[in-house]
Structure formats: structure tokens, C-alpha cells
């Protein structure tokens, strides 16, 4: 395999990392919405609407989710641009940020939601989970 082809591989997988991990807190229903503005697209309007629909947000909890995931999307969209062609190791080194930022984000959705809210908020996440192991089982390797 050429040094490009690998250079290639590995930017379509951090683009699929970041992809997935800007999603995690999206619903599965939704995310074919979002496919056609790229990975790094931020929350459109739609895309918060349904998701309150889900959720059965409140207009703050809606205002409060869109900034959420906005801000998310941005720090995402940095920490790529950040080790954008500087090789492999590099672009391992950010997993466990893109994983600690997911991690906050989702905390600060639930942060926003009732307790009654947070059970479906679960459910969508573990919705995603398994569509992201899904896929991951799909990638052909080497």
C-alpha cells in the first residue's frame, strides 16, 4: 500500500471518529438528515427540532441543546484541524480528546434534561452506540 493510500485510509477513518463521535448525542432517525452537509456539520434547526420532538424539549431546553451541540461541533472541528496532516500517531493522540468531549457533551445534556427526559436521552445514545459498532464491523480492514 502506498504511502498515500494510507495517508487517505486514515483520514476517511478520523473523519468517520469525529463524524460519529459529533452524532453520539444525535438520534439514529435523524442522522441520515444530516449526512448530506458533511461529518463536521453543525446542528441545523431541523435537526434540533426533531430532536426536541423526541425528547419533548422545552423551547429553553431547545435554545439550551443547539448551543450545546454547536459548541461541541466547533471544538471537534478544531482538535481535527489541529493534527490535520500530522500523521498517524498524531491523529490517535486525539481519540481520547474526541472521547473526553463527547463524554462532556452528553453530560451536559443531561444536564439540561428532566428526569424524565434523561431515560430517552439514554436510549438514543445507546441507539448510536450500536450503530457506530455496526458500522465499525462493516469497515473493511487493511
Given at each position: 500500500m502506498t504511502?498515500?493510500?494510507?495517508?487517505?485510509?486514515?483520514?476517511?477513518?478520523?473523519?468517520v471518529m469525529?463524524?460519529?463521535?459529533?452524532?453520539?448525542?444525535?438520534?439514529?432517525?435523524?442522522?441520515?438528515q444530516q449526512r448530506g452537509a458533511g461529518p463536521m456539520a453543525a446542528p441545523t434547526d431541523s435537526l434540533i427540532d426533531a430532536y426536541s420532538s423526541r425528547l419533548n424539549l422545552t423551547d429553553e431546553q431547545s435554545m439550551n441543546?443547539?448551543?450545546?451541540l454547536e459548541a461541541q461541533s466547533k471544538k471537534?472541528?478544531?482538535?481535527?484541524?489541529?493534527?490535520?496532516?500530522?500523521?498517524?500517531?498524531?491523529?490517535?493522540?486525539?481519540?481520547?480528546?474526541?472521547?473526553q468531549l463527547g463524554k462532556e457533551t452528553s453530560e451536559q445534556v443531561e444536564a439540561l434534561l428532566t428526569e424524565d427526559q434523561i431515560p430517552e436521552y439514554r436510549?438514543?445514545?445507546?441507539?448510536?452506540?450500536?450503530?457506530?459498532?455496526?458500522?465499525?464491523?462493516?469497515?473493511?480492514?487493511?
Open positions: 504511502l498515500y493510500v494510507e495517508v487517505e485510509r486514515m483520514h476517511r477513518a478520523i473523519l469525529v463524524g460519529m463521535l459529533t452524532l453520539a448525542a444525535w438520534p439514529t432517525d435523524l442522522v441520515a441543546l443547539k448551543e450545546i471537534a472541528q478544531e482538535m481535527f484541524e489541529a493534527v490535520s496532516g500530522q500523521g498517524r500517531e498524531a491523529m490517535m493522540e486525539m481519540r481520547p480528546k474526541m472521547e436510549k438514543i445514545q445507546a441507539e448510536n452506540q450500536e450503530r457506530r459498532r455496526s458500522m465499525r464491523q462493516r469497515q473493511p480492514s487493511g
